[in-house]
Nanobody, 128 residues
Framework: QVQLVESGGGLVQAGGSLRLSCVASVPTFNNYNMAWFRQAPGKEREFVAAINYVAVGTYYAGPVKGRFTISRDNAKNAVYLQMDSLKPEDTAVYYC?????????????????????WGRGTLVTVSS
């Protein structure tokens, strides 16, 4: 069973940066595609970014492309989300997620549907 713990959230002014971290408690972390999702107040959870298990492929949602960067360090069982040029509309609880299928393949659209293992989230608040 994969367990995920996020950290790094906080309050930042618009235009600022934050780096989120997620550590996974699983010995075969390098077998799992990983992702970040977010849920703003009153809205449904939405996909933000994903990285494949070999760390050579990434995929971003339109609103964050060019501002956010996902990365991973398989030696540390960690995945990161570098968030730059933050906007008030980025305010949300950010969740780390793992693919339910080890070494999962397929298109990114198919892969996103398999992210079923979640952390508890970390709150990011961007003030204007």
């Amino acid at each position: 069973q994969v367990q995920l713990v996020e950290s790094g959230g906080g309050l930042v002014q618009a235009g600022g940066s934050l780096r989120l971290s997620c550590v996974a408690s699983v010995p075969t972390f390098n077998n799992y595609n990983m992702a970040w999702f977010r849920q703003a107040p009153g809205k449904e959870r939405e996909f933000v970014a994903a990285i494949n298990y070999v760390a050579v492929g990434t995929y971003y949602a339109g609103p964050v492309k060019g501002r956010f960067t996902i990365s991973r360090d398989n030696a540390k069982n960690a995945v990161y989300l570098q968030m730059d040029s933050l906007k008030p509309e980025d305010t949300a609880v950010y969740y780390c997620a793992a693919d339910s299928r080890p070494k999962g393949d397929g298109t990114w659209i198919e892969t996103i549907r398999r992210f079923e293992v979640w952390g508890r989230g970390t709150l990011v608040t961007v003030s204007s």
